[in-house]
T-cell receptor, first 115, second 114 residues
Framework: AQSVSQHNHHVILSEAASLELGCNYS??????LFWYVQYPGQHLQLLLK??????LVKGIKGFEAEFIKSKFSFNLRKPSVQWSDTAEYFC?????????????FGKGTMLLVSP | DTEVTQTPKHLVMGMTNKKSLKCEQH?????MYWYKQKAKKPPELMFV???????INESVPSRFSPECPNSSLLNLHLHALQPEDSALYLC?????????????FGPGTRLTVL
């Protein structure tokens, strides 16, 4: 079974600061990796995803993530955060079973950006 | 169409009520999922349907009863719920393709049990 670990439960930054949220996973097979964002009171939205190819993936709203296979990591980055980035961020790993996928989420990181 | 729709958006029910949550997708996905999400927690998998057959039931209480009438629809029937069942219920669907098995999530139904 796969597992996902997010390093920080809460992160507080000032606007324009750089962001890096850590995510490590454990799984013996091929995985697909995702970052989701959930704004206060809102539903889950996909930020970016990695299936194969270039390990540096770019997502919406200026976010990017780098897949480092040797470290089993998929850290999320943004060069300059905005107040509107205040949200809960979930890393997730998806493994394939017979006919369906099993998506495992990390516990989430709450990002608070102060203006 | 890359959308998963869920109805209703909000639901308030008493502990003796019977209600149903509905989910629909027209992406041709043959795997569909129900998740439960409590505030500030990640979604927790409840049920998985693959080709309209129940593949996973994550030890969910019998007061939650899933149904997959066809490949596009997924229902969650609710009966005799408890206040602790109040949560956001998310539906998702995916392809059966290991190279691209992204799960597409609906907006959720916010359920309050009084």
């Amino acid at each position: 079974a796969q597992s996902v670990s997010q390093h920080n439960h809460h992160v507080i930054l000032s606007e324009a600061a750089s962001l890096e949220l850590g995510c490590n996973y454990s799984y013996g097979g091929t995985v697909n990796l995702f970052w989701y964002v959930q704004y206060p009171g809102q539903h889950l939205q996909l930020l970016l995803k990695y299936f194969s190819g270039d390990p540096l993936v770019k997502g919406i709203k200026g976010f990017e993530a780098e897949f480092i296979k040797s470290k089993f990591s998929f850290n999320l980055r943004k060069p300059s955060v905005q107040w509107s980035d205040t949200a809960e961020y979930f890393c997730a790993v998806n493994a394939m079973n017979s006919g369906y996928s099993t998506l495992t989420f990390g516990k989430g990181t709450m990002l608070l950006v102060s203006p | 169409d890359t959308e998963v729709t869920q109805t209703p958006k909000h639901l308030v029910m008493g502990m003796t009520n019977k209600k149903s949550l509905k989910c629909e997708q027209h992406m041709g996905h043959r795997a569909m999922y129900w998740y439960k999400q409590k505030a500030k927690k990640p979604p927790e998998l409840m049920f998985v349907y693959s080709y309209e057959k129940l593949s996973i039931n994550e030890s969910v209480p019998s007061r939650f009863s899933p149904e997959c009438p066809n490949s596009s629809l997924l229902n969650l029937h609710l009966h005799a719920l408890q206040p602790e069942d109040s949560a956001l219920y998310l539906c998702a669907s995916s392809r059966q393709d290991a190279s691209n098995n992204e799960q597409f999530f609906g907006p959720g139904t916010r359920l309050t049990v009084l």
